[in-house]
Nanobody, 124 residues
Framework: QVHVRESGGGLVQAGNSLRLSCTASGRTFSSLDIGWFRQAPGKEREFVAGISWGGDSQAYGDPVKGRFSISRDNAKNTVYLQMNSLKPEDTAVYYC?????????????????WGQGTQVTVSS
């Protein structure tokens, strides 16, 4: 069993930045593919960004390309989601997900383990 936990959410004004962190325990962290998803009220959960176990492969959802950046520090068992130029439409609960299978990062059902989510609110 892998336990996933997100942190770093909060309230921020449009145009500003925020960094989310994701940690996972229960498996060797460096063997996990990690993804970020988000869900706004009344909407489907959508892919935000993903990174492969070694960090050499990354993927981004179209709404965040050029603004968000995903990275990992396996020595700290942490994946980061740097969110710049935030917009009100980025407001959502952000979820971190993990799997120890080699996957297509953008496909939600590919992930086996999910965190509880962290709220990000962007005010206009």
């Amino acid at each position: 069993q892998v336990h996933v936990r997100e942190s770093g959410g909060g309230l921020v004004q449009a145009g500003n930045s925020l960094r989310l962190s994701c940690t996972a325990s229960g498996r060797t962290f460096s063997s996990l593919d990690i993804g970020w998803f988000r869900q706004a009220p009344g909407k489907e959960r959508e892919f935000v960004a993903g990174i492969s176990w070694g960090g050499d492969s990354q993927a981004y959802g179209d709404p965040v390309k050029g603004r968000f950046s995903i990275s990992r520090d396996n020595a700290k068992n942490t994946v980061y989601l740097q969110m710049n130029s935030l917009k009100p439409e980025d407001t959502a609960v952000y979820y971190c997900a993990a799997t120890n299978s080699r996957i297509v990062l953008s496909i939600r059902p590919n992930y086996d383990y999910w965190g509880q989510g962290t709220q990000v609110t962007v005010s206009s």
